[in-house]
């Protein structure tokens, strides 16, 4: 199976700031890696797929690169409603795996 | 407006089964490969599985975790998705989500609200 470390696993920020969290899989993935956002009790939001593409309706302060094995998920300017926990997912080979998240909270 | 609906989660002693279920609406289902996801109680994100569409003979795909216990299976006429769990283990206890796979990536780009399956004694 293919492993996702992620990090860091927690991140204090304040707003406005320019927050990068990384996503490494344990073998080459491709492309093929997809960044979501949960917020307490609500169903994780698609941000990015294919490392690179934003998902319609995400605001552009979002970006993702990468390709092959190390990733990441950039945010340019935190406003207070990105305050949440962030996942990666390989969608490269099955068992389709997550990262074990990273928390965005305010400083 | 694409809406995805789970329900038939609740308590059940290790050993025993249930039966999740997860109605769409607002897209065509029969045209998607879905995606069930479970998250433990303040833990990260499990993929538990998929199902292919009709287009590809509706195949399935299992986490190791619940291969041989778990089926996934769909009914296109009914717009629905289901998640056949036996042999339940405490290990097992999450929120379960259903999601659409996005057709031009693999990733799930509209999730259900979640239903809750506890396994305790």
């Known amino acids: 199976d293919i492993q996702l470390t992620q990090s860091p696993s927690f991140l204090s920020a304040s707003v406005g700031d320019r927050v990068t969290i990384t996503c490494r899989a344990s073998?080459?993935?491709?492309?093929?890696l997809a960044w979501y956002q949960q917020k307490p009790g609500k169903a994780p939001k698609l941000l990015i797929y294919a490392a690179s593409t934003l998902q319609s309706g995400v605001p552009s302060r979002f970006s993702g690169s990468g390709s092959g094995t190390e990733f990441t998920l950039t945010i340019s300017s935190l406003q207070p409603e990105d305050f949440a926990t962030y996942f990666c997912q390989q969608l490269n080979s099955y068992p389709l795996t997550f990262g074990g998240g990273t928390k965005v909270e305010i400083k | 407006e694409v809406q995805l609906v789970e329900s038939g989660g609740g308590l059940v002693q290790p050993g025993g089964s249930l039966r999740l279920s997860c109605v769409v609406s607002g897209f065509t289902f029969s045209d998607h490969y879905m995606d069930w996801v479970r998250q433990a109680p303040g833990k990260g994100l499990e993929w538990v599985g998929r199902t292919r569409n009709k287009e590809n003979s509706y195949t399935t795909e299992y986490a190791a975790s619940v291969e041989g216990r778990f089926t996934i299976s769909r009914d296109d006429s009914k717009n629905s998705l289901f998640l056949q769990m036996n042999s339940l283990k405490t290990e097992d206890t999450a929120v379960y989500f259903c999601?659409?796979?996005?057709?031009?990536?693999?990733?799930?780009?509209?999730w259900g609200q979640g239903t809750l399956v506890t396994v305790s004694s």
């Open positions: 999601a659409r796979v996005d057709s031009n990536s693999p990733a799930g780009d509209y």
């Open positions: 073998q080459g993935i491709n492309n093929y």
